[in-house]
């Protein structure tokens, strides 16, 4: 498969949300111009990355599209993930039950602490952060959260990655430093106050 | 002050983050083009946006650009939120240490259920949801972490609406409706998870 360019595969992950939310059989290019504000020829060129058929004389089929797009940008396979650091913001993962049906696999949860591990409640195995290797690599997983304190947050993504893990969703404030290959987003409550600040401050 | 357009104000929040982190006096447009990838042109055309004096021969001040930037933005003034919704995500961030620090207040807590209120230790008040345009009110609280079940998000947000916030911070892997002038950006973990996968796959 060809590679697809990094803003086509951000504007596909979100018509793929469009297309799941919608309850119709065929939407048109325009109509989704009218929803997303990207023109019909950016729409045109995002598709035609897909593989398949979905064109119709009454517009793209919504659902083979969505399936066209889940291929193209790998979501169709399940993911198995691992929440790493269960403090508060960690353990409340571990009974978040959408992960499942969208089709990632919670499988484990790491904590330095041998106590926290022994007296949480949780569906989800945890062990100690020690087994991190072991355990990546026996259930092959593929993906973490990280939850862990700020000052923990690098030791703990070097762990990861030499454990064998492909990508990062970071919840504490730095900015890790991973080896090229391995992708990392950043999710942080304060950035969106302040993202949130500022486009009411200058609209 | 000139409103600044959208994608100027994302990156210069990307920038303050970046200045914020950086230890040294002065930082030129070539070594922001390194580590950001943007071109001197387009730093060189954000920055214009900004009001004071921060360039010199050796480059731009770092700690005056990063006031400028928060000034131009509105992160200069404090800025007081609630946590709607105190299960075990909204209860999370009733302890998140940062985010004083960074000029925002937790001020309010708000739970549909009067037992969760009064079982649940907290450092900041709590109150039952019924309260909540009392309570914006009384303490001008200016943006919502929306942290309910998807079900009850759309119900939610029209009563923040309606008591007078202006940015929400959604949780709930839901579209919310809101009037225009109103403020919303979406965290969803599922997200992160398919963007992370679907990188990985088309790299």
Known sequence: MNPI???????LLILARLLDRLDVQFITSGEIE???GWSSNTIRKDI???????AS???????????????????????RFCVVGLGRLGSAYLNYPAFAEEGYELVAGFDSSVNRIEILRSPVPLYPAY???????RFQISLALLCV??????????????AGIKGII??????LQVPE????????VVDELRAISATIQCS
Chains 1, 2 share one sequence.
């Open 5 to 11: 360019p990094e803003p086509s595969v951000e504007r």
């Open 34 to 36: 009218a929803r997303t």
């Open 48 to 54: 035609s990355y897909l593989e398949g058929s979905f």
């Open 57 to 79: 004389p009454a517009g793209y089929d919504r659902e083979k599209l969505s399936g066209a797009i889940k291929t193209a940008l790998g979501l169709d396979k399940p993911q």
């Open 131 to 137: 087994k991190m290797a072991e355990v990546i690599s």
């Open 149 to 162: 304190p700020p000052e923990e947050a690098q030791h703990a993504t070097d762990r990861l990655v030499a």
């Open 170 to 175: 970071n919840f504490a404030p730095v900015v």
């Open 181 to 188: 290959g391995i992708q990392v987003r950043n999710v942080n």
